[in-house]
């Protein structure tokens, strides 16, 4: 029963702006939506990633200088703040640790912000949260690049943390002094994302 109405809702709740269909038990598989209702396309050939902010060597990146650099990958869950959870799934990209490096942030930098190109969704971390180990910008999960109902074609994986730090149809990412609340800690949501069992 429970594999037949997945199969029913997916469709609908890969466009499901409300999230109200993370209260159906459709098993362990992501749920899909977005801010915005919908978000344009980007391909590998006119994507681009900005970074910026108080940082000595601004840069833009596009899905070919991401693939030049040191990748990493790993299996971690992927768990949503309202009790769904997708368990072992597969993530590669760049660590965000790595493009902080390239980037050399000002002394005064203590937090870097994220925004989509829906043009709407924004998110932070500290500077020290930016640069844990399971923090990346993805360009592969499930084993295949990340596809535009997923995030992508460049998505944030904030691994320890619940699934609205880990921000999709990633656009920027901007260092600055202090940590700014992003689209649902302004409504609520913890600045704090970690996921404490």
């Known amino acids: 029963m429970q594999n037949a109405l997945a199969q029913v809702i997916g469709p609908v709740a890969d466009h499901d702006p409300t999230g109200l269909l993370s209260l159906i038990p459709l098993g362990d598989t992501f749920r899909y939506y977005s801010v915005t209702g919908s978000v344009r396309e980007e391909t590998a050939d006119n994507y681009r990633l900005s970074v910026s902010g108080l940082v000595d060597h601004p840069a833009t990146y ?80 499930l084993g295949a690049p990340v596809t535009h109902d997923h995030g992508g074609p460049v998505r944030m994986y904030a691994g320890s943390m619940y699934g609205y730090k880990s921000t999709k149809w990633l656009s920027g990412i901007e260092l600055a002094e202090t940590e700014t609340p992003g689209y649902w800690e302004t409504r609520g949501y913890d600045i704090d994302g970690i996921i404490r069992e």
Not at 78 to 83: A, P, Y
Not at 92 to 101: C, F, I, N, P, Y
């Open 62 to 141: 596009s899905i070919s200088d991401l693939k030049a650099l040191p990748q990493t990958s790993l299996i971690q869950d992927f768990q949503c703040v309202t009790g769904w959870h997708v368990p072992g799934v597969h993530w590669a990209g760049v660590q965000l640790s790595v493009l902080l490096e390239k980037a050399a942030p000002a002394k005064q930098a203590r937090a870097v912000r994220f925004t989509s190109f829906d043009g709407t969704y924004t998110e932070s971390l500290t500077l020290a949260e930016a640069r844990r180990p399971d923090v990346m910008v993805a360009l592969e999960m």
